[in-house]
Structure formats: C-alpha cells, structure tokens
Nanobody, 123 residues
Framework: VQLVESGGGLVQPGGSLRLSCAAS????????MSWFRQGSGKEREWVAS????????CHVDSVKGRFVISRDNVKNMVYLQMNSLKPEDTAVYYC?????????????????WGLGTQVTVSS
C-alpha cells in the first residue's frame, strides 16, 4: 500500500497550490480519503474529506471557501486545491484513507497514510 503526496512548496500569501495524492495497493474506491496537516510544534489536524465516490465532501471551517478536496477514482488520485493561502496554512500536509465516513476526523481510525508534503506560505 502506498499514498504519495506531491505539489507542496513555498508560496506567497494569497497564492495557490494544488496538492496531489497518488494511491496504490488497495481498492481506492472503497475508502474515504482525507487531508490532514501538521504545523511545527502542533498536533495533526483534519482539513478535508471526500466520500469514496466523491459525492460528499467536507472541510474544516478555517479553510472553507479557500480549499477544495476532490478525487478521481479512475486515476486513484485525491487532490486538495488551496487558494488564498495564509501563513497559518503552513504545515506538512498528509493524505489518509479511512473505511468509515463517521471516523473521518480522527487520526487513529485511519488505515493508511502518506509521508506528507511541505507547504510554506511566506513572503
């Protein structure tokens, strides 16, 4: 099983990035997919989730209207489009796979994780 994130980098405040997560080794369409992030010295926090067929999505309040999660069940990919980035969005971003939708906000319920991609928002 692998989850491989990409697309992170250094961006100025107000800028945009699109994160990608490539999944392999498991039946992607049977898992709900999420993005979490962990800032320096902070706990990993839930950012957004997409239901297994991508019909339902949800986002933490702090990113609503700025970030959008999406997925492609043909390519086994999940994405996070991040717009209007702020310095407080600086973190390592991780994608994870969870079986049960009601478990999506809790780290311990996740079956698979990627290694993360660094996003730095700074002028």
């Amino acid at each position: 099983v692998q989850l491989v994130e990409s697309g992170g980098g250094l961006v100025q405040p107000g800028g945009s990035l699109r994160l990608s997560c490539a999944a392999s080794g498991f039946i992607f369409r049977t898992y709900h997919m999420s993005w979490f992030r962990q800032g320096s010295g902070k706990e990993r926090e839930w950012v957004a989730s997409s239901e297994n067929y991508g019909i339902g999505t949800c986002h933490v309040d702090s990113v609503k209207g700025r970030f959008v999660i999406s997925r492609d069940n043909v390519k086994n990919m999940v994405y996070l489009q991040m717009n209007s980035l702020k310095p407080e969005d600086t973190a390592v971003y991780y994608c994870g796979a969870v079986k049960t939708w009601s478990d999506r906000r809790t780290l311990e319920n996740y079956d698979y994780w990627g290694l993360g991609t660094q996003v730095t928002v700074s002028s």
